[in-house]
T-cell receptor
Framework: NAGVTQTPKFQVLKTGQSMTLQCAQD?????MSWYRQDPGMGLRLIHY???????DQGEVPNGYNVSRSTTEDFPLRLLSAAPSQTSVYFC??????????????FGDGTRLSIL | GNSVTQMEGPVTLSEEAFLTINCTYT??????LFWYVQYPGEGLQLLLK?????DKGSNKGFEATYRKETTSFHLEKGSVQVSDSAVYFC?????????FGTGTKLQVIP
């Protein structure tokens, strides 16, 4: 009963480095999303996907790339890390459109620090 | 755009006290409304939801009613426990977009 699995749980990067945050779900969910959580700002949507091969931008997409080659995986790439990207990142999935009232299932998050 | 406004925290209550966390929203359409809970070091978990006006969501003693006329979805619990200490997020969904409030930290002391 894995649900949504995020790796790594913690990461420290230097400014300018690149990395990929991994997200995998085993519930055969079509919809997946990436959020960042910052103090006093709640969760903000970075990118989302409504199925394999389909992605779209959320509220704060700059500096991040995503791809969705399989139903299970939805990696988030930081192209050139900046201190402003220090945050906690959450991946979420849901079986149908959230507008249908279906809740999202969240991973435990990745704490990322950019020095 | 859509927005969700929650009362600022932290909220500190004694065990067995009554809890209310206010949530109001603005949306261009008819959203579904959710409360999520986040325990330390974990992701968000669904607490309860309501998908249309006048629906009441309930779970683990928590309740919230979808009030279209006041655009509100306040979270209530009659008697809180120490184990309820967490951060609570109100959220709305419209199409595939989810909008979260900023979260309200609840601390329950014995």
């Amino acid at each position: 009963n894995a649900g949504v699995t995020q790796t790594p749980k913690f990461q420290v990067l230097k400014t300018g480095q690149s990395m990929t945050l991994q997200c995998a779900q085993d519930m055969n969910h079509e919809y997946m999303s990436w959020y960042r959580q910052d103090p006093g700002m709640g969760l903000r949507l970075i990118h989302y996907s409504v199925g394999a091969g389909i992605t779209d931008q959320g509220e704060v997409p700059n500096g991040y790339n995503v791809s969705r080659s399989t139903t299970e995986d939805f990696p988030l790439r930081l192209l050139s890390a900046a201190p402003s990207q220090t945050s906690v990142y959450f991946c979420a999935s849901n079986s149908r459109a959230v507008s249908s009232g279906q809740p999202q299932h969240f991973g435990d998050g990745t704490r990322l620090s950019i020095l | 755009g859509n927005s969700v406004t929650q009362m600022e925290g932290p909220v500190t209550l004694s065990e067995e006290a009554f809890l209310t966390i206010n949530c109001t929203y603005t949306a261009t359409g008819y959203p579904s409304l959710f409360w999520y809970v986040q325990y330390p070091g974990e992701g968000l978990q669904l607490l309860l939801k309501a998908t249309k006006a006048d629906d009441k969501g309930s779970n683990k003693g928590f309740e919230a009613t979808y009030r279209k006329e006041t655009t509100s979805f306040h979270l209530e619990k009659g008697s809180v426990q120490v184990s309820d200490s967490a951060v609570y997020f109100c959220a709305l969904t419209l199409w595939q977009k989810v909008t979260f409030g900023t979260g309200t930290k609840l601390q329950v002391i014995p």
